[in-house]
Structures are given as structure tokens and as C-alpha cells.
């Protein structure tokens, strides 16, 4: 018999570690210690009676029997995430795993007079929000991934007439032994949106409005209507622009659910503009937001019972189509890692730079230490000068060139945005939908300026040289001195022929 809905859920009074708890198949678990809450529930270690572990691999979730999201979590794991049905979902889609925790049993226990409902689950890593809370933003080709990962459990749950209705990144944790792996975890709000094949009907309710996480609720739920597959895609879209760009623009309104509700209206009716056109202050996420906008305008469209085109939505994220690869999280050092594409540093730059200072110090001391002729003084600045621009070829060619691909890039992605609407969403593939996981691989619209390209314009402006079409050209005072020199040799020998035939 499911709790009573107007019940006021809490927290229960912990159970002692070491008690033994029965499942419903006969199996018994051993309690081990309190590593976290969910919901309003309790979550322990958990170790099989029958099989000792040293390192616990599941954990049981403990909550009142009276309280109701474990209830309703416990019904989605039993009539949908069967390990079974798992599997064979894996097989026919041909996915290397499915991001939902596997389910080992359930049951009822009691301490001090009280009842208590446990489930026990498969053991998960660190969550997302303790990983954004440390880094702040996720690098876009990880962003991304995280969404065709996303799309992949929702597609299966909603083909089980579920949606989950509270995608954030606190519910998506890491696989414990696998870290390159996540997973959608807590189905406490999941609700059976198309009971027997029969979808919801469409209909408002003001009282229900505004329910879920505000930050990430979807319209519907800001109407009070059900949820349908459309508010689930809605709900990983927001959460895609909030991991990416580190802020939402409704985060200031949190306590406004109207002001939330108007602010996400405009960002859906304005589509791609709003999304391609906003970032927060110091963020460089404005121009990388092109999937993320399409993804946002195909989810809009779709009608309250229309089933997604899941397999389009997950090109969209990876117009590529390149396997997924490992889950990167840290963002420090980026910056220079991902946005030059030869991956050289400002170390190499400043090398160039002492050796060009180095050289023209010897220069200076061989012209007061030493008398040369005329001719040899020249060709001695000469060589010098040489050597130095083959030293910055090396250094500066291969980036000079990618920048001018990056300028010519983005010109012509903003030349198509302004154009059309709808320009955004075609891709390119030099241009506009570069590889996710090509980790070498920068977004070529995204114009970048770093302290590296400072110092790099600031050499060349010492030094006298400076490029052209991967060409170098010496200053006006090098040739005036090479001509000087010149016309004066060209003198002397003349006087020496002169001397000879008089002689």
C-alpha cells in the first residue's frame, strides 16, 4: 500500500551499524557506515552476508516506511531497471553500458518501534556538483558527452513509460569502479507519465506549479502540468548550459518562480540568438553554445505527447559521430592546452625571445671590440639577423597560420548567423562542429587572446620582424644599412681597378 501524499517526510533516526537487514528473496546485508543522504532517506555501506567484501560495492538507501520517494522509487527499479532488462536494452542499442544503478532488493526492517523501507543498490562514485563545486565549469567536449550519455537513460525510461523529472547534477554520479562512466541516480519523483500506453493528457493546474528544482524545472512543471518526455529533455538542456557556462541567466530570481518562469519563456522563444548571444561576465562560453542551442530548439518544438527523435538529438551533440571517450573534468590549464593547436607553450616563446636578445648583444660587442671592414660587418648582421628568423619560424609559423584559420572561421560562422536563423544549426565541419573528443582541437569560431600571443606581439615588435603570409621582410634600417654598405664596397673596389690600370 503506497504512503499517504500529505505526509511530512523526514529523516529517520539512523540504524545501528553492523544490523543485519532481510530482503524480500531471503538474502541478508549487513549494514556498514552512513556515507550520505538522499531525499529523505539514510544511505549506508551495505556487504552480503553470504559473500564477505572488503570493500563495499553496494549500499542500501533507508528511509521511513511511511515517506513516499522511496516508494515510488522502489516501484520504477521493479516494473522498469530489471538487470535483465538492462542488459538487453545494451545489446539491441549496442551501448557499451547503460547509466542507471543496478538494483539488488528491497525490504522492510524495524528499530525502536518504528518501520523502516531499505533498498539496496549498486555503490556509486562522487556526484557531479561535488565535482563542479571544486572545478566550476566542464570542459564542452565533456558537456556533451554528458548529454549523449543522458540521452541514452532517458530513452530507455521513457520507452518504460517513466520520465525521471529532477536531472541535475547532483543526481549524476560517477561509476565507483569505473569513473568514465555516470549515472542518473535518485527515481524518487520519477513519474509514469503514459500508464499502460495511455499518455497524459495535457491540462494546467496553478496549484501544483512550480514543482521540482527551480533552477532546472521545465515550463510544464512551472504551469503545474504533468511532466512528459519533453520536460526531461528541457530540464538535461539547462543543466547542459549550466555546466558548461557555469551560471543560468534566472540564478538571481531562485526565489521568484515567476520571474524563473518568465526568464527561461524568453530564452526558449528567442532561441538560438538568446543562447549563442548570452554568457556571464569572465565566461568564454558564449560562442561554444551552438550545440547546446539547437539541442534546446528541437526539444521547444516538440508537442506534449510527440515522442523524441533521440538519435537526432545525440548527432546534434556529436555531429561527428566520434566514439565517446573518457570523462575529463578538470579545466586548469586549459586555456593554453586547448586554444593552441601545437600545444606550445610561453616558455618557447621566451626562449625565442632570449635568443634573439642574445644574438644582437654579441652583435654589439664585436662592433665596438673589434674593427671590421665594411663588407664583413655587414654579412656578420646579416647572418645574425637570419638566424634569428629561423628560430621564430619555427616558433610562430604553425600558430600565426591558425590564427588567421580562426579569425577567417569566425567570420564567416557570425557571417551566417546573422544571415539566418537557422544558419546555426547546419554543420561545419572545419568550422562550427569541430570533434568533441579531440582533446588537441580548439572551437575554430572561438577567438581567443591570451598573455602567450601578448608576449608574442610584443617580441616581434622589439626585434624589427614581424609576419606576412608566412613570410618575414627585414626593417627599412636593415636594407638602408645592407644598401650603405653595399654601394660603398662597390666604391672601393672601383678606386682599386682605377689605381691598377694607372698603374
Known sequence: MPPRRNEKYRLPVPLPEGKVLYDMEGNQWVLGKIIGSGGFGLIYLAFPMNKPEKDARHVIKVEYQENGPLFSELKFYQRVAKRNCIKKWIEVKQLDYLGIPLFYGSGLTEFKGRSYR???MERLGKDLQKISDQNGTFKKSTVLQLGIRMLDV???????EYVHGDIKAANLLLGYRNPDQVYLADYGLAYRYCPNGNHKHYQENPRKGHNGTIEFTSLDAHKGVALSRRSDLEILGYCLLRWLCGKLPW?????????????KTKLLDELPESVLQWAPSRSSCCKSNGEIAQYLACAYNLAYDEKPNYQMLKKILNPGGMPLGPLEFSTKGESINVYTPNNQTVDSRKAAAKQVNQMQKRLREKNVHSERSAESCAMWRKVLK????IGLLHNENAQESTRRRQKYCESQFLNEVESSPNASYESHQDCTSPDIFDRSRSPPWYKYTSTADMEATDL???????LTNSQFTLSEKTKADIYY?????LFLLILVYLSLCFL
Do not use: C, S
Open 460 to 466: 616581434e615588435e622589439t626585434t624589427g620582424f614581424w
Open 251 to 263: 540564478e538571481r530570481n531562485l526565489k521568484d518562480p515567476v520571474a524563473v518562469q518568465t526568464a
Open 154 to 160: 532517458l530513452e530507455f525510461i521513457h520507452e518504460n
Open 485 to 489: 654598405y653595399g654601394f660603398t664596397i
Open 386 to 389: 637570419e638566424e634569428a628568423l
Open 118 to 120: 531499505f533498498m539496496v
